[in-house]
C-alpha cells in the first residue's frame, strides 16, 4: 500500500500581505541577522520567535573558527528561550538570510538539526510552532507546523 503524506502551507508575495504582528516579527528577525556573527561564511541568519505572552526572542548565527562549534540562528533564539521562558510556548519562529552563500529566490529553510529541536520544542509545549520563511526577495512562506518540516521525525 502506497501512502502518502501532504501538507499545506500558505505564500505571501510580499511582507505587506503579513499581519501587522508577523510583520513586526520579520522587522525584529532582519535586525537580528545584522547582528551575526558570521565571519567564516559571511552568511548571516536571524531568527525571531514569538511567545504566547507576546515576548519576542531573537537569535542570529554564531560561529566559531573550529567550525563545528558555531550554532545556527535558529537553535540560538531556541535554547534561549527553553533556558528562559520554559514555560512560555512557542507561538512561531521567522527566519531571515542574507549573503552569497544562497540566491536571492532562495527561501532559507532550517537545517536538519534545527528542525530536530523545533520538533521537541512542539513537543514539549504540546502546541504547533508556525514558521515564516522569508525570501531575500520579499516573498514568505508560512508553515502551520513542525510536523510539517521533518515528518515522521524522531520523537517519544
Ligand atoms: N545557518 C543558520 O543559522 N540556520 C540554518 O538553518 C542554516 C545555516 C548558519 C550556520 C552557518 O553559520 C551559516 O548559516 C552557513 O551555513
Request: overall charge neutral; charged content about 20%; some cysteine.
Amino acid at each position: 500500500m502506497t501512502k502518502e503524506f501532504v501538507f499545506k502551507y500558505r505564500h505571501y508575495q510580499s511582507k505587506e500581505a503579513l499581519s501587522k504582528d508577523d510583520q513586526e516579527l520579520l522587522a525584529h528577525a532582519q535586525a537580528s541577522m545584522g547582528q551575526a556573527y558570521a565571519p567564516y561564511s559571511k552568511f548571516q541568519v536571524g531568527a525571531s520567535l514569538l511567545l504566547k505572552s507576546g515576548k519576542i526572542i531573537l537569535g542570529n548565527n554564531q560561529e566559531n573558527i573550529a567550525y563545528p562549534s558555531g550554532l545556527c540562528a535558529e537553535r540560538v533564539a531556541l535554547f534561549y528561550a527553553g533556558a528562559n521562558f520554559p514555560d512560555d510556548p512557542v507561538v512561531k519562529i521567522c527566519i531571515t538570510s542574507q549573503g552569497e552563500l544562497m540566491p536571492e529566490e532562495s527561501y532559507l529553510s532550517p537545517c536538519g538539526s534545527c528542525r530536530q529541536v523545533l520538533l521537541e520544542s512542539q513537543a514539549r509545549q504540546q502546541s504547533p510552532i508556525e514558521i515564516l520563511l522569508v525570501q531575500r526577495s520579499g516573498q514568505i512562506l508560512a508553515i502551520d507546523s513542525v510536523q510539517n518540516l521533518l515528518p515522521f521525525g524522531f520523537t517519544k
